[in-house]
């Protein structure tokens, strides 16, 4: 057997550049070992811990790629695995052939035959063997070392290109799902600054400055609507894990059967449904930040799953036995007394205690003393954008009613109220300077300090206004403006003429007379009648 030419080396060096896949540079590279080495099966496997899987094979039956090796378990595996050299195995060799039966070139028991293995090295580290067979004893005794060392080195560097590629191709798998999972995100948010020069937001935000810096687990507590996950974006953002991911979790939304699976990922046909593998939400955020939302709603069983991330950084996938290191922070948040939900057995408290090394704690809008107005320009700009507006103010005697609503929403409805009356302000308006005033305000607070008296003032005049420009009917505007209100305020009282007076803080005498002139009565259901 001569060495193997350089034209055959040039050749599989053209072929592997202009391969596309590795199961096009593995076919070629077989391809060419045949044609050097005359044998009858040839077979690539790649070592993966205690197993060998074939990557490519000519020679054997297709069936064959299925399998996993154990290299403990087949005598002339162990042997190629152990040595650096190039292994031939005597004819009479007793140790089992891992082929038996699986030989395209011959049925039943494989008979005395020539067998070969070479051991694939890359910077000294065992990646994958060759293997080649032939049905004619002892033909590879005289091949030369040096053809068999060229053929090793050549076997090794493609299967090593293979692995980074797919090493590569995983890596910016794992990229684009991030990127999936930010995208989706960012479409359903907005801001991220946390506005207010109250007292309590500056504290919060030297809070925020300082605890940033590390790479502890924070606890956010707050009522609803307070802006929890702003918190958690600002924290994220200003750690040194901001070139990671910031990946969200709602723990209330999570299906309590497939709460594993979400957080940590399954395999293919772990469980009923699992039609392909699936990565989970802590390994989308290795090397960033994790932040789950509403902590408080997950189940007991879960929360021992949790403790054992915060606890060594390890999960398990579903359908997998080992354990698997990720790299992430943890930020949670909660609307609950968590300490409360301890106390009632409804939370562990170890989970608790590795959860809130550092609390903190959002202040609610009602707290925040001046925070109001700035909001409020905030969410009014942003909301002429959305609505596409040329201008959108707010009435100066608005801001007082803003400020002494106590807003159980926090600012998630001071957001909505916004926007909500900026729509009513804007189907009122002819001019392009649309302003918000209290009118539209007490249409949109269900516990407002706006009177009726102070809501019909201020529709008056900016319907006077209105009508300076154009030919309107003032008293039949003002008319439809009452009837709405009143209409509105008896239906969220269930029709009750006390309740609704006191809401709209108006004698009752005088609502009934108001209402019987617009044509409002209440029977088993409100109905306007004709005036």
Known sequence: ??????????????????????????????????????????????????????????????ETLGRRFEIAAHGRFKQICQSTTPLRFAADCPLGDPYDGLLLAHDGDLPVHACMGLPLLSDGKLIGILTLDSM???????????????????????????????????????????????????LIKDGGELIGESPSMLKLKQELEMVA????????????????????????????RNQGPLVYVNCAALPENLIESELFGHVKGAF??????RTGKFNLASGGTIFLDEIGELPLAAQSKLLRVLQNQEIQVVGKDDVEYVDVRIIAATNRQLRDEVDQGRFRA?????????????????????????????????TRRKLGMQQLTLAKNAIKVLDDYD?????RELEHVISRAALRARSD??????????????????????????????????????????????KQQTDDFQRQLI????????????????????????????????????????????V
């Open 407 to 411: 807003w159980p929403g926090n600012v």
């Open 272 to 277: 009923t449904g699992a039609e392909r593998t």
């Open 136 to 186: 004619v004893p002892n033909v590879f005794d005289d091949i030369p070392n040096r053809t068999l060392d060229m053929i090793a080195a050549m076997s090794a560097a493609t299967l090593k290109t293979a692995i980074l590629l797919q090493q590569l191709e995983q890596h910016s798998k794992h990229n684009q799902q991030v990127v999936a999972e930010l995208t989706h995100e960012a």
């Open 487 to 530: 209409l509105q305020y008896l239906a969220e009282q269930d029709g009750n003429w006390s309740a609704t007076a006191k809401r709209l803080q108006i004698d009752r005498a005088n609502l009934n007379r108001l209402a019987k002139r617009l044509g409002i009565r209440v029977s088993k259901s409100i109905v306007v009648q004709p």
């Open 350 to 382: 170890d989970l608790y205690h590795r959860l809130s090394v550092y609390p903190v704690i959002v202040p609610p809008l009602r707290e925040r003393d001046g925070d109001i107005s700035l909001l409020s320009g905030y969410f009014i700009e942003s």
């Open 1 to 62: 057997m001569s060495e193997i030419s350089s034209t055959a080396l040039i050749e599989l060096a053209l072929n592997l550049t202009n391969s596309l896949t590795a199961g096009d540079r593995f076919e070629r590279l077989l391809s060419t070992v045949r044609q050097a080495v005359a044998c009858d099966a040839v077979v690539l496997l790649h070592v993966q811990g205690d197993y060998l899987k074939p990557l490519a094979l000519q020679g054997l039956t297709k």
């Open 213 to 240: 810096a590390s790479n502890f687990s924070i606890l956010i507590e707050g009522e609803t609507g307070v802006g929890k996950e702003l918190v958690a974006r600002t924290l994220h953002r200003q750690s040194s």
């Open 429 to 474: 308006s002819h001019s392009p300077i649309v302003r918000i005033g209290l009118a539209h305000l007490a249409l949109m607070l269900p516990k407002s300090k706006v009177s009726l008296d102070d809501a019909i003032a201020s529709q008056a005049t900016a319907l006077q206004h209105i009508a300076a420009q154009a030919d309107i009917n003032l």
